[in-house]
């Protein structure tokens, strides 16, 4: 009722008649015309502004279709840490190391990066200006490693950053160990390091420190401490216990590659690769099976005569077994064919290329690394694909140098340093500097054409394009022992009266020996049109 009140109490608008407008406009006054007429003219001075519709971008891998809805369904927007959550990582590590365990070709793979990265070992090149601490250190260090059996415990860290996604390794007292030096390391698997409650503490605005999954980092992002469980997770003597070691971060190594930043635990390195060995498993089963349903029939029996025809009856799906070397008599109006086996198709071979490709690109391996095959290859072809691969290499080399070499360098130095007091009777070796310049020398990579390799050495070494130190270093081998080692072979060799090696001049190159094509094309022209 007070809606309809208000309504009728509100009178509607009454319209102006014609009449009124016309004389509303007569009775305007001369001078408000003059004024509209001012404003109207400074308004066409004015830049006329052109509103255009805005020009929208967008890029197609944004649009979500019904074609590509289902391939993009599990993309997230989640955190590198919350991406690679206990859960998860746990699950991957499970499932990579069961394909490694059963699958040839990825523990041929995983063994072969482990082999070229590593190889026998690294080995140690002071760089200080005292030579003869330089080769004592080195000698030191050298049986030190052999004792601890680093080059080994290196390996397996490198298979294991490969199919775990990270490595973890503890510096130690091991008072068996046979050197003055009782320095080890304690390599341990991965689940050990791990939050005692189970679970994952962020940062906040509160705390300065914040743990991930059993690592705790200060408020600038370094390691400060990492806490290791006394028992393995999956070992028998495991009863869900919380009882853990607190490593402080100058003795844990976490050898382990980043994908994405904010990361602080690492992922397998194969892990997009695990469904494709499980597809490989999976058509070869098939290819097998079909192989073996085919050769369980020696033969079928058929026959061409139309049913109630003259032939002799035969039991439908009946069997009866073969001898060998013995003639057969079939039933009248029967013949017997065998059956042809499509298996394996022409094209497996070809899909089995393929999905090797595919397995081995994500770990940078070229394929005849990968499958141990390179009769598709010629010299060109695996020289480019080596490059590439030992371009890699050298890359992971570099990185164990740095993140698992120099420290285990720094700890080993000063607990030499202590066994010696302190001192090395020179001012090269402080306590307060435990890194002096140095450097790791790997194994060489030896060239498919020697003699090539041999030339292209002469050739570097005349240009002064390279150094010895280079060269060897190449080869893996320390340039100075080597040349100790020359000048002690040639002492001997002189007083044993044997001559020494007879040094042949270069061979001429292929354009000396066969000239310039050039030269030869000019000297042709001028012929041509006259000229000396």
């Keep these: ?49 052109v509103v255009r519709d805005r020009l929208r971008g967008k890029y197609d891998a944004a649009q979500t279709t019904h074609d590509n809805r289902r391939h993009w369904a599990n993309a997230d927007a989640l955190s590198a840490d919350a991406s690679a959550s206990p859960v998860v990582r746990r699950i991957l590590r499970s499932r990579a190391r069961y394909e490694v365990a059963n699958n040839s070709y990825a523990r041929g793979i995983i063994n072969t990066l482990a082999t070229d990265t590593i190889g026998t070992g690294p ?12 080769r004592r250190v080195e000698g030191e260090f050298t049986s030190w490693a052999h004792e601890i059996k680093l080059a080994e415990k290196l390996r397996t860290m490198r298979m294991a950053r490969a199919q775990d996604g990270e490595a973890f390794a503890i510096f130690v007292d091991n008072p068996v160990l046979r050197h003055p030096v009782k320095l080890d390391l304690w390599l341990i698997e991965a689940e050990r390091v791990s939050a005692p409650a189970g679970v994952i503490k962020v940062k906040t605005e509160l705390e300065k420190e914040y743990e991930v999954d059993g690592i705790r980092f200060d408020k600038y992002g370094n390691p400060s401490e990492y806490h290791v469980l006394k028992t393995h997770p999956g070992g028998s003597t495991w009863h869900s216990s919380s009882e853990y070691l607190s490593v402080p971060a100058p ?70 077994e073969l001898e060998r070397d013995m003639l057969l008599t079939m039933p009248a109006g029967w013949k017997m064919t065998q059956v ?4 394996p198709a022409t094209t497996y071979r070809e ?12 770990l940078n391996v070229p394929y005849n690394i990968a499958a141990g095959d390179s009769s598709g290859y010629n010299y060109a072809s695996g020289r480019l694909d080596h490059q590439t691969y030992y371009k890699s290499v050298h890359v992971d080399q570099a990185s164990v140098a740095r993140i698992v070499l120099d420290p285990i360098l720094t700890a080993w130095l000063e607990e030499f340093l202590l066994g ?7 001012a090269s070796y402080s306590r307060s500097v435990l890194m002096p310049d140095h450097s790791w020398f790997w194994d060489g990579t030896e060239h498919v054409d020697p003699v ?64 310039d094509p050039f030269d030869e094309l000019f000297s042709q022209r001028r012929l041509e049109r006259g000229g000396v």
């Design 1 to 49: 009722m007070a809606a309809a009140q208000i309504r009728t109490k509100v009178s509607p608008r009454k319209k102006a008649s014609p009449q009124k407008k016309v004389l509303s406009q007569k009775k305007a006054s001369p001078r408000g015309s003059v004024e509209k007429a001012a404003i109207r003219s400074q308004l066409s001075l004015r830049p006329r502004v």
């Design 351 to 362: 899909f089995k290329r393929e999905i090797l490709v595919e397995i081995a690109r994500c």
């Design 251 to 320: 003795y844990m190594i976490h050898f382990f590659c980043p994908q994405r930043p904010e990361q602080h635990r690492g992922i397998p390195e194969i892990m997009p690769a695990l469904p494709l060995f499980a597809q490989l498993r999976r058509f070869t089963l098939a290819v097998l099976a079909a192989a073996e349903a085919a050769a369980n029939f020696a033969g079928i029996l058929h026959t061409d005569a139309p049913a109630g025809g003259e032939s002799d009856e035969v039991e439908a799906m009946d069997l009866f």
């Design 340 to 343: 042809e086996s499509t298996q």
């Design 452 to 515: 090539k390799e041999a030339k292209a050495q002469e050739i570097r070494l005349r240009s002064h394009t390279t150094t010895l130190a280079r060269e060897y270093g190449r080869q893996g081998l320390d340039w100075e022992t080597e040349l100790r080692q020359l000048a002690r072979e040639k002492k001997l060799m002189g007083e044993l009266g044997i001559p020494p090696p007879v040094v042949r001049p270069a061979e001429a190159s292929f354009e000396e020996e066969m000239g």
């Design 420 to 426: 010696l007091g302190g001192t090395l009777e020179t």
């Design 123 to 134: 080995r140690l090149q002071l760089l200080t200006e005292n030579d003869e601490i330089n």
